[in-house]
């Protein structure tokens, strides 16, 4: 079936990319897999006992979304905070491995890094243990996070916020951040979380998934879409909002102008985990490369067509997008 963007001139967006420097502030994270199988149940109790075959470990959280961009052909920035223990020294090394620099990342003694790990069982996810100090930030490593922003002056092209509910974004910072960017002409785009009722007045973008956005909106499940992200742009004071639905695509919502739906393009889904890192990482590279949001939201969306396709967290690679544009 033609697509009514295919006039656009994909190609051209997606050879932008490169270089594109985008701002990744949030929390990181350690990602780790433990993949085995299950022949028996424990003895001990009525649980799988899993046999090891075989570890892997990915940046996760905000580390994920500077993986996301690196692989799309960007250079991310990364700002956020780990502890000074093996996990992090690990992220360190994956991230250096996948051509990120690590070294704007905040070690603090008193904070573990952040890992989440999952025990899989062929396909099956059978439990995962996370391994986390979600405190927000003391006013010293708040003030060494937001000294770090100021002095990388004109080097940036946007700023992403990801927030996981770990302690780096909060809303102390976030009014500083968007008027940092405001001031040099960044565009700046949040991925929130459901938990945290915050407000995000001048932001460029927010990109709530469904269920964040119902409880970040206070309604019930059954409230019509459109009412939703009014809401949405009324309580943040952001100029748009980008809701993720699943299997049903996503809704723009600008201002003063009529919703956008997107339908998915995703063929099949093994695994959700971190599509909207994808998501987020793709719209922001989309707008430094000068797409319009509707363009940017539509790449993001094809993006996150080819990572539910994958198994664990994962990102995109441009000949992947062009893939599926041409698919379209």
Request: hydrophobic residues 40%.
């Amino acid at each position: 079936m033609k697509n009514r963007f295919l006039d656009k001139k994909w190609n051209e967006i997606i050879s932008r990319f490169i270089g594109k420097t985008i701002l990744v502030i949030g929390d990181v994270m350690l990602d780790e897999y433990i993949w085995g199988e299950v022949e028996r149940i424990s003895p001990e109790a009525p649980v799988p006992v899993v046999r090891v075959n075989s570890e892997t470990w990915v940046p996760g959280g905000a580390a994920n979304v500077a993986h996301n961009i690196s692989s799309l052909g960007g250079r991310p920035i990364i700002l956020g905070v780990i502890g000074s223990d093996p996990p992090g020294r690990k992220l360190k090394k994956l991230l250096r491995q996948n051509g990120i620099d690590p070294r704007r990342l905040i070690v603090d003694p008193r904070r573990p890094t952040v890992t989440k790990s999952r025990i899989l069982a062929g396909h099956q996810q059978v439990v995962r243990i996370d391994r986390e100090y979600n405190t927000v930030l003391g006013d010293d490593l708040r003030g060494r996070l937001l000294e770090t922003v100021h002095g990388l002056g004109s080097e940036i092209d946007g700023i992403i916020l990801e927030d996981y509910a770990k302690g780096v974004i909060s809303q102390e910072v976030i009014p500083e951040l968007i008027e940092f960017a405001h001031r040099r002409n960044h565009f700046l785009v949040v991925d929130p979380n459901g938990s945290r009722h915050f407000t995000y007045h001048g932001a460029d973008l927010v990109t709530p998934n469904y269920k964040e956005a119902i409880e970040m909106a206070g309604k019930g499940r059954e409230v019509e879409l459109e009412r939703l992200g009014r809401t949405l742009l009324q309580k943040w004071g952001s100029a748009s909002v980008l809701i993720t639905l699943g299997e049903e695509g996503m809704c723009l919502f600008e201002r003063r102008k009529k919703l956008f739906h997107i339908p998915t393009v995703a063929r099949e889904v093994f695994d959700v985990s971190g599509a909207g890192d994808t998501v987020i990482g793709t719209v922001a590279l989309a707008l430094a490369a000068g797409a319009d949001l509707k363009a940017a939201s539509f790449l993001a969306n094809c993006a996150a067509g080819v990572v539910v396709g994958k198994l664990g967290t994962a990102t995109v690679t441009p000949e992947e997008l062009r893939s599926t544009l041409n698919w379209q």
